[in-house]
């Protein structure tokens, strides 16, 4: 068995002007592919490990055979970020959470713009290659950043929404300005998705 590359959950253009369409384009069948493929070929020196599904994979890396340990924390976590990412985005969204995960929100942050100016600042304070996140953890939420492709799963956390920061994610139509392309992204965020899965944690 191998892990395969989910199709994107909406055309490449759907989410533009906010992500373009050869970004998603490269993103997708270039980047996030060549993660799945990366993962597939370290699995296959441990045909042993072929019945663990990718997030069993990265919840313990520890158990994972130590000649595979970095590629499977890379370009698994690469495979699993991005099937997120591309969920947790989608067209004519954007707006607020409701009902419960605003409460959450609200008592986790104060209040919305509290929450989002918490989150930019993860997004922004990245060195580098990375992600932000908004994770249930516990019975709360915590919003931070991961270098690389690391994974809050791999830290006993259950994650909610992710931002690539990666220069990849942005660089065709933002180059450097990072800022804009964060702040233009609350308008792609699929909300009902972050409330469907901080329901099921
Ligand atoms: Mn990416």
Redesign the pocket.
């Known amino acids: 068995m191998s892990f395969e590359l989910n199709s994107l959950p909406y055309a490449y253009d759907a989410l533009d002007p906010y992500i373009d369409t050869l970004t998603m384009q490269i993103?997708h069948d270039k980047?996030?592919a060549a993660y799945v493929n990366n993962l597939n070929l370290a699995m296959e020196k441990h045909p042993e490990m072929s019945s663990k599904s990718l997030e069993a994979l990265l919840s313990d890396l520890n158990a994972v055979p130590e000649d595979i340990r970095t590629a499977v924390r890379n370009h698994g976590g690469?495979a699993w970020?991005?099937d997120l990412?591309w969920q947790v985005m989608a067209p004519k969204a954007g707006g607020e959470p409701q009902a419960g995960l605003a409460s959450a929100i609200a008592s986790a942050f104060g209040n919305f713009a509290n929450f989002k100016a918490e989150f930019e600042k993860a997004a922004m304070g990245r060195f580098g290659s990375g992600w932000a996140w908004l994770v249930k953890k516990g019975n709360g939420l915590a919003v931070f950043s991961t270098a690389n492709q690391d994974n809050p799963i791999s830290d006993g956390m259950a994650p909610l929404l992710a931002l690539?920061v990666?220069e990849?994610?942005y660089y065709l139509k933002y180059q450097n300005r990072r800022a804009e392309y964060v702040g233009n992204w609350w308008n792609v965020v699929n909300w009902a998705e972050v409330a469907r899965r901080y329901s099921s944690k």
Request: hydrophobic residues 25%; without cysteine.
């Open positions: 993103h980047h996030h690469g970020n991005h990412f690539d990666w990849h994610a």
